[in-house]
């Protein structure tokens, strides 16, 4: 050891120092199915109005740090109920980071089923928390036996419950998540990061409970690329994250472009309507290869368990052959032989099935 790395040691607390950084495929030049995008870009035309709604963005100034406007445009297109706080987030990876920040205490834990979205356990390990992960049953359905007995042992400050789930892209059933958030002691977020395909959501519901937040993303919709991610819920748990929300975390070009771009919200929900179409066909498709088991989905995205030591070739195959799926057989345990593929374009998802059937017949 150098006295740099020496003194880095020292000082980085160890869990970080044992962590290994989120890692990002590289993709260029791949038709890209690895990452819940939306494959359809703006039309011309908005491209056009869009870039001058941004040409009068005040970049010297710091961005309005309620984004009124933002809030505004999520109340009239996304169905946030009347008395509903919202909390904005630069995606909702850091939503996820403010609520984890707000109930962070020597001892506590954070619960989930998994598999689910891996950075409910990533900002739990940062924030110093215990994870608590309750394995789904084999049909990827809440396990509410194992949760509920998990729920009276670690006694969780926040259940985390990805609706759609993923990986796995499944609903879990309303009467088991009812039974969670009965039993749970603290805080049940629901993620509906998938809501724009999921046609079933917790939102109009979501003041109900004391103790229920619905946190949601403009991602999957469409506009990855802008991160922002909202949550909604009683203000008496929204006061307190926005307390922990760093002052301009939305910045300008964020800002102008969600409130511009949201007056077409009619544009973003043909596309969903016309991905939701595409899944069900290949899922159709995917389900006619033999041995190839694919798991229902209400995302945009779709769950595969290929036969047994295929997974890792068929994703190597398809890459070679200028497709990035999601290779998922690696994180083992319920994930073996798994690989999940977003749903893009008609002709996007014919090559992929296309180099996928190549893979078959050979
Ligand atoms: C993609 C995803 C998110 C993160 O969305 P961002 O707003 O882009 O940070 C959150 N939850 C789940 C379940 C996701 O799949």
């Known amino acids: 050891m150098n006295p740099l790395q020496a003194r880095v040691a020292q000082w980085v607390r160890e869990d970080v120092r044992a962590l290994t950084a989120y890692h990002v495929p590289p993709a260029a030049g791949l038709i890209k199915l690895d990452a819940m995008e939306n494959p359809y870009g703006l039309p011309d035309a ?5 870039a001058r709604v941004l040409c009068d963005a005040p970049l010297n100034r710091y961005p309005d740090a309620d984004a009124p406007r933002v809030k505004h445009q999520l109340r009239a297109t996304q169905g946030v109920p009347d008395g509903c706080d919202i909390l904005l987030g630069n995606g909702s990876d850091e939503i996820i ?4 920040l707000a109930v962070a205490q020597t001892g506590r834990a954070i619960l989930a089923p998994e598999p689910t979205f891996v950075m409910y356990r990533m900002i739990a390990l940062y924030a110093g928390l215990r994870f608590a992960g309750v394995p789904l049953r084999e049909d990827f359905a809440l396990d509410v036996t194992a949760m509920l007995e998990a729920l009276e042992r670690e006694e969780p400050a926040v259940v985390f419950l990805a609706y759609p789930n993923n990986p796995t892209g499944n609903l879990f059933d309303e009467r088991d998540i009812a039974q969670i958030i009965e039993a749970a002691p603290g805080l049940v977020v629901i993620d ?3 809501a724009p395909f999921a046609e079933a959501s917790y939102l109009s519901r979501v003041l109900q409970y004391d103790n229920v937040v619905v946190m949601r993303t403009l991602s999957k919709m469409g506009l990855a690329g802008l991160r ?5 819920g009683a203000a008496a748990w929204l006061q307190e994250f926005d307390k922990l929300r760093l002052p301009y975390n939305i910045n300008v070009l964020t800002q102008f472009s969600t409130d511009f771009l949201l007056q077409h919200q009619a544009m973003f929900d043909a596309q969903t309507a ?6 069900d066909e290949l899922c159709l498709e995917l389900a006619a290869l033999p ?4 798991y229902p989905s209400r995302a945009n995205f779709i769950l595969l ?7 890792t070739p068929i994703f190597d195959h398809l890459r070679r052959h200028g497709v990035l799926i999601k290779n998922l057989h690696g994180q083992g345990g319920q994930l073996l032989d798994c690989l999940r593929v977003t749903v893009g374009t008609a002709q996007e998802n014919r090559t992929f099935l296309d180099i996928l059937g190549h893979y078959v017949a050979a």
Request: hydrophobic share 45%; net charge positive; glycine share 8%.
């Open 305 to 311: 368990r290929v036969p047994t030591g295929q997974g």
């Open 97 to 100: 980071q403010m609520i984890v």
């Open 291 to 294: 041995n190839f088991q694919v």
């Open 228 to 232: 922002l991610g909202y949550l909604a």
């Open 46 to 50: 908005l491209r056009a109005e869009w």
């Open 274 to 279: 016309e991905l939701r179409r595409a899944r």
């Open 192 to 194: 509906e990061a998938y």
